[in-house]
């Protein structure tokens, strides 16, 4: 990837203004690099630096579409590709980190007020026309899934071992809880929200919601997907302390019995994908931990 004197570089080629300093930033979005850059007459911008070709081709059709609907987005500045065949973008620079780091700061009305924020611009969202396939695409694009539970990938009968792993243990019974919601999956209509809003992309500054970003492609399906990774989140990052959130998020969205469940099968889904990440890192007592929070989750949601 490229280092501050580079993306200063590119921020001068782009916009025609020698900015005053460019730096790195101690997060990352999809694999991107993030730089923040200061311009002479006072403002901020965030430079966005892929390795792959592309990688923003929607972000400026996107961002528009979500403006034009009063969410709190980004503006494009410039965008194009990089000499080393990635890409990047630059955008005007929104205050605030990411909900992740705000929560140990935040009273619980604040935690309310940006549950039902997150859940009213995903509402919005959802009323854009539904696409005539599931998965991620552009909005008003053409994912290529034909149904919703394909992206999930073929649904698996395998026996449990005595012997089996813990990991493989939880793995079949996240199998069982899948069997389970299929028919909530065969209900929902393909549509359009922002599946990477969790505990990232929701920038918060002082306990108020400032923006949301990273909004290059959006998902068609089931919005409550969101819900369920944002509650992984916080069980595997933060902890108990902030379960009050993901509760909130929960409330807002007043779910049926059956979405409820299928919002906990997304929990687990994602707690065991981060235990099998965890696995392969070699990090031991991480994976120890998220066994055990991985087993609350799917009691959860087989109950």
């Known amino acids: 990837m490229i280092d501050d004197e580079q993306a200063a570089g590119l921020v001068r080629t782009a916009l025609h203004v020698n900015p005053v300093s460019a730096a790195r930033q101690l997060l990352t979005q999809s694999g991107n690099c993030i730089f923040r850059a200061d311009l002479p007459e006072g403002k901020s911008i965030v430079l966005r630096v892929s390795p792959r070709r592309n990688a923003f081709a929607y972000t400026r059709h996107n961002l528009g579409i979500l403006r034009a609907m009063a969410l709190p987005v980004q503006t494009v500045l410039a965008s194009g590709d990089t000499a080393t065949g990635g890409s990047f973008v630059i955008l005007n620079w929104i205050p605030g980190r990411d909900l992740a780091y705000e929560l140990p700061q935040m009273r619980r009305e604040e935690m309310t007020r940006v549950a ?7 509402k919005r969202v959802g009323c854009l026309p539904h696409s005539d ?25 395998d026996s449990i071992s005595a012997d089996a792993t813990p990991l493989s243990q939880l793995r079949a019974r996240l199998r069982a809880v899948r069997r389970s919601v299929e028919p909530h999956f065969a209900s929902i209509s393909p549509t359009c929200f922002l599946d990477d809003l969790t505990t990232k992309n929701v920038l918060v500054e002082h306990g108020v919601l400032q923006g949301v970003i990273d909004c ?23 902890g108990e302390a902030y379960r009050f959130y993901g509760e909130e998020l929960i409330r807002c969205w007043r779910p049926r019995v059956d979405a409820l469940r299928a919002i906990r099968f997304y929990a687990a889904l994602w707690v065991v994908g981060f235990l099998a990440a965890a696995e392969v890192a070699g990090e031991i007592a991480r994976a120890a931990e998220l066994t055990g929070i991985a087993d609350a989750m799917l009691h959860l949601a087989e109950t």
């Open 216 to 238: 290059d492609t959006v998902c068609y399906g089931d919005p409550l997907m969101s819900v369920g990774t944002t509650l992984a989140h916080l069980a595997a990052d933060l």
């Open 116 to 122: 039902e924020a997150v859940t009213d611009y995903q």
């Open 133 to 157: 396939g599931f998965g991620w695409s552009q909005i008003g694009g053409h994912p290529t899934f034909a149904q919703w539970t394909n992206i999930f990938g073929e649904p698996a009968n």
